[in-house]
């Protein structure tokens, strides 16, 4: 069991830049694989990014690939999205979702619990 929240969203111009957080509850946040995923309307759920359970793995979307940046702090109990050079198709609300399994996935339905999401605008 693990809640997860997220925050950092806003509005920013094409090619800024912002931090997205994701706190986690529990003792145990370290035994979990963490991804974040995003959402734009009318549009599917994708995969964004995932970090294995140390941070020593990382995997990223094309899109995003040399952009964004996922980390972690375990003992923080929180893990972090950093987006550079933010293009207008970026915008979705991102979440962060957490899994038990020790590999990385990019399918939504390899992962066992999600946050409520952060809205994330970039204008053109």
């Known amino acids: 069991q693990v809640q997860l929240v997220e925050s950092g969203g806003g509005l920013v111009q094409a090619g800024g830049s912002l931090r997205l957080f994701c706190a986690a509850s529990g003792r145990t946040f370290s035994s979990w694989t963490m991804g974040w995923f995003r959402q734009a309307p009318g549009k599917e759920r994708e995969f964004v990014a995932a970090i294995s359970r140390t941070g020593g793995s990382t995997y990223y979307t094309d899109s995003v690939k040399g952009r964004f940046t996922i980390s972690r702090d375990n003992a923080k109990n929180t893990v972090y999205l950093q987006m550079n050079s933010l293009k207008p198709e970026d915008t979705a609300v991102y979440y962060c979702?957490?899994?038990?399994?020790?590999?990385?996935?990019?399918?939504?339905?390899?992962?066992?619990?999600w946050g409520q999401g952060t809205q994330v605008t970039v204008s053109s």
């Open positions: 979702a957490a899994r038990a399994g020790s590999f990385l996935s990019t399918g939504s339905s390899q992962y066992d619990y």
